[in-house]
């Protein structure tokens, strides 16, 4: 059995009110285990920042993403009208090849570009995700390091022993059995 660190009882009559405490078994252990389980949630709660601050980079990053995507897009219409045209002139000898060639690299140049940006769009999208199924798991997680602290607040409030009443009272010590006694002489 754990020795006491403070008894408020004495082998004399001793006036008690409810709330005494009685007796208080050493706490450092549990005030260890307890700060640990502070620190371990003050960590979660800071990841929860975290994630959100990069999902809302990644949400940020979509917004820039489509509209580099709409640019690329328009980019691209104008170069499909612009190389439609050249072929038809190309084809009416209305039109040089060094001409119609740069029509062609313009029109291609604008379909890759249209490409990348929507694969950007995609890339930035599954990042924002991410950052969201993230938010979610670290939450989680700090809802589970609360718990811990929570749990490793009970042993740490036992250890005390406090009066469940007003009263007078003495306390009696069997060190053979390591017992402590109690007596209430006078409840009032």
């Known amino acids: 059995m754990a020795s ?6 004495s082998r ?3 006036a008690l009110t409810s709330g005494t405490v009685l007796a208080q078994v050493r706490q ?26 990069q999902y809302e980079e990644a949400v940020s990053g979509i917004a820039s993403s489509k509209a580099q995507l709409v640019e690329a ?3 691209y219409v104008k170069a499909k009208l612009d190389f439609d045209r050249a072929e038809n002139l190309f084809a009416s000898h209305s039109m040089t090849k060094a001409d119609y060639d ?6 291609d140049m604008t379909n890759a570009k249209v490409a990348a ?8 999208q599954a990042k924002a995700d991410s950052a969201k199924a993230n938010i979610d798991v670290v939450q989680a997680k700090s809802r589970g390091a609360q718990a ?4 490793t607040q009970i042993p740490l409030h036992d250890t005390e022993l406090r009066s469940p009443l007003n009263g007078v009272g003495a ?18």
Do not use: M, N, P
Not at 4 to 9: D, G, L, S, V
Not at 102 to 107: I, P
């Open 102 to 107: 740069s029509a062609k690299a313009q029109y």
């Open 28 to 53: 450092s252990d549990y005030q260890v285990k307890f700060k640990e389980a502070e620190s371990q949630a003050s960590e979660a709660r800071s990841g929860i920042d975290v994630s959100k601050a």
């Open 12 to 14: 004399k009559a001793t």
């Open 73 to 75: 897009e328009a980019a």
């Open 171 to 188: 306390g009696k010590v069997d060190r053979e059995k390591e017992h402590w006694f109690l007596q209430v002489i006078k409840h009032s």
């Open 4 to 9: 006491t660190e403070r008894c408020a009882i």
């Open 148 to 151: 811990v602290v929570q749990e």
């Open 117 to 124: 940006a929507r694969s950007q769009v995609q890339v930035i």
